[in-house]
Nanobody, 129 residues
Framework: QVQLVESGGGSVQPGGSLRLSCAAS????????MGWFRQAPGKSREGVAT????????NSADSVKGRFTISQDKAKNTMYLDMNNLKPEDTAMYYC??????????????????????WGQGTQVTVSS
């Protein structure tokens, strides 16, 4: 029903910046919530940020507040994650996620991976000197 394709990952030095993109296709008009999760080696998946596609309301993890910004271009069916002041602990595979329910973006539920029905293949971000 919905396909997600990430791009923009890469390797940067600490303090650097990257912009991740997620292009959605399929039944994009039915998507209510989109976001980013990440998973570092040996760690569980972590919610990074979400955005309600209708209102633009966002959530973000405390670990990225002030450094990462989630946004969308509805005309292009594309979501972005602007990452600034990157740290080695940001190194992870970053996944674009989407769901057809608004519940996935609620403040008490957005950080649970199981609430998102659609996932991209992931894009690697490596922060190292």
């Amino acid at each position: 029903q919905v396909q997600l394709v990430e791009s923009g990952g890469g390797s940067v030095q600490p303090g650097g910046s990257l912009r991740l993109s997620c292009a959605a296709s399929g039944h994009t008009d039915r998507i209510y919530c989109m976001g980013w999760f990440r998973q570092a080696p040996g760690k569980s998946r972590e919610g990074v940020a979400t955005i309600e596609t209708g209102s633009g309301l966002t959530n973000s993890a405390d670990s990225v507040k002030g450094r990462f910004t989630i946004s969308q271009d509805k005309a292009k069916n594309t979501m972005y994650l602007d990452m600034n002041n990157l740290k080695p602990e940001d190194t992870a595979m970053y996944y674009c996620v989407a769901d057809l329910t608004l519940y996935a973006c609620y403040s008490g539920s957005w950080y649970y991976a199981q609430h998102f029905g659609f996932w991209g293949q992931g894009t690697q971000v490596t922060v190292s000197s």
